[in-house]
């Protein structure tokens, strides 16, 4: 079953703008939750990830917000560029059992 | 340091017929994961291989296997091809005791069973 969801499947947003991906998971012994990017004909490459002890990390333009008791976390693009289009997957880990959402497909419109 | 490295890149088989994917890792990492990445399932999780031990598994059926040599390069098999087992391959390694898993990708094997 999925145990990491993500939404939206996909999304489209201008340059300049913020992009919104959340997940939710089920599976409290996570506790490690990454972000990985991945371009056309590459590997997921990792991008920011998150403690649950802390609800917020901020890393140049990417952002994971947290919440450990509604189980949800979020990556916010900020200044989204047309560079940022890519297909981004939030995950969660448990003793290197890593569980990865469906995917969610970015494009940013010049 | 050298990537991830997933052979080969692209690989066509017929259905009913076997196949053999390799991955090696970055030198010092031990530990191996393999996926399976589709449009429509995203990344499915296959196993997890520790010093030549699979330590975590996925939801697969017994056709997909896997192992773990002394080197740390791994091999997935996938036996008796069906149409549905067209995808991504992607393996993915990380050093063991810095914490959790802080996965490298390799670009993966594109598998097409026609």
């Known amino acids: 079953q999925q145990q990491v969801k993500q939404s939206p499947q996909s999304l489209i947003v201008q340059k300049g703008g913020i992009s919104i991906i959340n997940c939710a998971y089920e599976?409290?012994?996570?506790?490690?939750f990454p972000w990985y990017q991945q371009f056309p004909g590459k590997g997921p490459a990792l991008l920011i990830a998150i403690r649950p002890d802390v609800s917020e990390k901020k890393e140049g333009r990417f952002t994971i917000s947290f919440n450990k008791s509604a189980k949800q976390f979020s990556l916010h693009i900020m200044d989204s560029q047309p560079g940022d289009s890519a297909t981004y997957f939030c995950a969660a880990d448990h003793n290197n059992d890593m569980r990865f959402g469906a995917g969610t497909r970015l494009t940013v419109k010049p | 340091k050298a990537g991830v490295t997933q052979t080969p890149r692209y690989l066509i088989k017929t259905r009913g017929q076997q196949v053999t994917l390799s991955c090696s890792p970055i030198?010092?990492?031990?530990?191996v994961s393999w996926y399976q990445q589709t449009p429509g399932q995203g990344l499915q999780f296959l196993f997890e291989?520790?010093?030549?031990?699979?330590?975590n598994k996925g939801n697969f059926p017994g056709r997909f296997s896997g192992r773990q040599f002394s080197n740390s390069r791994s091999e997935m098999n996938v036996s008796t091809l069906e149409l549905g087992d067209s995808a991504l391959y992607l393996c993915?390694?990380?050093?063991?005791?810095?914490?959790?898993?802080?996965?490298?990708f390799g670009s993966g094997t594109r598998l097409t069973v026609v």
């Open positions: 993915a390694s990380s050093s063991e005791g810095q914490g959790p898993a802080r996965y490298t």
């Open positions: 030198s010092g990492h031990r530990s």
């Open positions: 599976n409290t012994a996570f506790d490690y």
């Open positions: 291989y520790f010093s030549e031990t699979q330590r």
